[in-house]
């Protein structure tokens, strides 16, 4: 121990780096012992890796010539793959998953009034996640659709035997082989499981623990998940903005009275039941499969003619 103190950062980040490398089973370890960050320097760290994907992106702020998706995914790519890995590991860090320990201490945490306090509680994942998908849906607003994979489009399942269509159906509903050229699609399940975790602690809380909730506080929620709905729409921002519409009427079903919100009991009988994350993404490769072979049809019928 005496020895380590001693070193300088630079040195203890190469000493824990070259660990790392030669016995890559104690990462879990390494970074189960990690403090969590400040929202701030995540926030800050955040913006400058969200800067990175827009300033690669071959096109002003006033909108793009005529490029193919092709190229601009051939330019952002990189920054983008280094966004989903550090926001990622922020998920981890901000919401870990449940412990005896962990469930404790954050139970005693948000019974003392004290939500602020710790980097677990409750105000503070909501803020985590808001300022996370605030950055999400605004890239996905931006960004074009990624290109489908090679060859992914040339068959429609309904040509296919039957045994190689129920694969490819398989494949579909499987957010992670969706396409594997979109980290951004492919994140978007694992970022809206986490806030509906949230609902459910903050039901838990209330609901069944009688916990006193600020009404400016939750109002202030309301507000927040109305900016994540009413995003501008874009290419490819119809998965994140039908996965916020759910998160928020999960909210105002289980925390609106507190403050006086109700769905319309119309649009509640006659809304369906709310898609899955993957499965909204699902239909969406579908509809772009569907339109790349629309186009393709219509440049032959071109040449034919």
Not at 30 to 58: G, R
Not at 158 to 177: D, E, R, V, Y
Request: proline share 8%.
């Amino acid at each position: 121990m005496t020895l380590t103190a001693s070193l300088t950062k630079p040195a203890l980040l190469s000493v824990l780096t070259s660990l790392l490398t030669q016995q890559p089973s104690l990462k879990p370890v390494v970074l189960s012992l990690l403090p969590a960050p400040s929202l701030e320097s995540f926030t800050a760290t955040l913006a400058t890796l969200e800067k990175k994907v827009l300033d690669a992106l071959p096109f002003s702020q006033h909108g793009s010539a005529n490029l193919r998706d092709e190229y601009v995914w051939s330019r952002i790519r990189a920054p983008l793959e280094e966004y989903i890995s550090e926001t990622r590991l922020a998920l981890g860090q901000f919401c870990p998953p449940p412990s005896s320990s962990s469930s404790s201490s954050s139970s005693q945490d948000d019974q003392q009034g004290s939500p602020s306090s710790s980097s677990s509680s409750p105000t503070t994942t909501f803020s985590f996640l808001y300022t996370l998908t605030s950055s999400v849906r605004k890239l996905e607003v931006l960004l074009p659709r990624a290109p489908v994979p090679f060859g992914s489009h040339s068959h429609s399942s309904a040509t296919l035997p039957q045994h190689q269509a129920a694969a490819a159906q398989a494949n579909i509903n499987n957010p992670f082989t969706l396409n594997p050229r979109d980290p951004l699609l492919s994140f978007l399940p694992a970022l809206f499981n986490q806030w509906h975790i949230l609902a459910t602690r903050l039901s838990t809380l209330v609901n069944q623990n009688g916990r006193v909730l600020s009404a400016e506080s939750v109002r202030t929620w309301f507000r927040q998940l109305d900016v994540l709905v009413n995003l501008e729409e874009g290419a490819s921002s119809a998965v994140g903005r039908k996965a916020s519409e759910a998160v928020r009427e999960r909210f105002v079903k289980e925390l609106g009275w507190l403050v006086g919100v109700r769905i319309p009991q119309s649009q509640s009988q006659s809304q369906p039941q709310p898609q899955s994350v993957q499965a909204m993404a699902a239909q969406m490769m579908d509809s772009k499969m569907l339109a790349d072979d629309d186009d393709e049809e219509e440049e032959e019928s071109d040449e034919e003619l």
